[in-house]
C-alpha cells in the first residue's frame, strides 16, 4: 500500500498523473488528505481525497509514500504531523520515499537525501541537504524516488512502478500512455 499525502496548495498534474499512473500499474494507492477530504489545489483544483490522514497506520502494509510538490502545498505537507511521523516510519524501515518538485526539500532538510542522488524543482537544490544533485527528470536511489516538476510527472509515476513492479511493467504501461 502506498499513501500519496494532500494538503491545500498541492501541484494538481504532479498529484493526479502519478496517482493515475501507480493506480494503472495495479499498485494498491490511497490519496490522504491531511485535512479536510476535499483538497485545493494550486491552480484551484479540489480533490476528493479517499480519507483523511487521521483514518491511516504506518504498519508492515505500507510499501512507500508519495509527496506532490506545489507551493504552498509542500510547505503544508512538511508542517503536518502525519506526514512527519510516515516519511520517520519509512526511512527507519527502508520504505519508499517519493517525492517531486519542490517537495524533496522535505526529505533533504531531515537528512534522507544525504549522499544520494536527487532532483528537484529549479532553487530548491539548497534545501537538499547532503544530495547528488542531479539534472536528470527523476532520480531513483535505493528506496528513495525524485522528480523535478510538472512536466515529469508520468515519469515519476513510471519510476515508482518501474521500482515496485520492475522495469519490464513500466515499459509496458509507458508504451501504452503515448507519451515517448
Do not use: W
Not at 537544490?125 to 542531479?134: M, P
Amino acid at each position: 500500500m502506498f499513501y500519496m499525502f494532500f494538503a491545500d496548495g498541492f501541484e494538481e498534474v504532479e498529484a493526479i498523473a502519478t496517482l493515475d499512473i501507480i493506480r494503472r500499474a495495479g499498485i494498491e494507492i490511497k490519496s490522504v488528505s491531511v485535512k479536510d477530504k476535499i483538497v485545493t489545489g494550486s491552480h484551484g483544483v479540489p480533490v476528493v481525497c479517499d480519507c483523511i490522514s487521521s483514518e491511516i497506520e504506518a504498519n508492515e502494509s505500507l510499501e512507500g509514500i508519495i509527496l506532490p510538490g506545489g507551493m504552498p502545498g509542500s510547505k503544508n505537507l512538511d508542517n503536518d504531523a502525519t506526514v512527519n511521523k510516515f516519511i520517520d516510519y519509512c526511512n527507519t524501515n527502508d520504505k519508499f520515499l517519493c517525492a517531486i518538485c519542490a517537495a524533496p526539500f522535505i526529505f533533504g532538510k531531515r537528512g534522507i537525501l544525504a549522499g544520494k542522488e536527487a532532483t528537484c524543482f529549479p532553487g530548491f537544490e539548497s534545501e537538499l541537504k547532503g544530495a547528488k544533485i542531479s539534472d536528470k527528470f527523476v532520480c531513483t536511489d535505493k528506496n528513495v524516488i525524485t522528480g523535478n516538476g510538472m512536466g515529469s510527472a508520468v515519469k515519476f509515476g513510471l519510476a515508482i512502478v518501474a521500482a515496485v513492479k520492475g522495469q519490464e511493467k513500466a515499459d509496458k504501461l509507458e508504451s501504452t500512455l503515448q507519451c515517448s
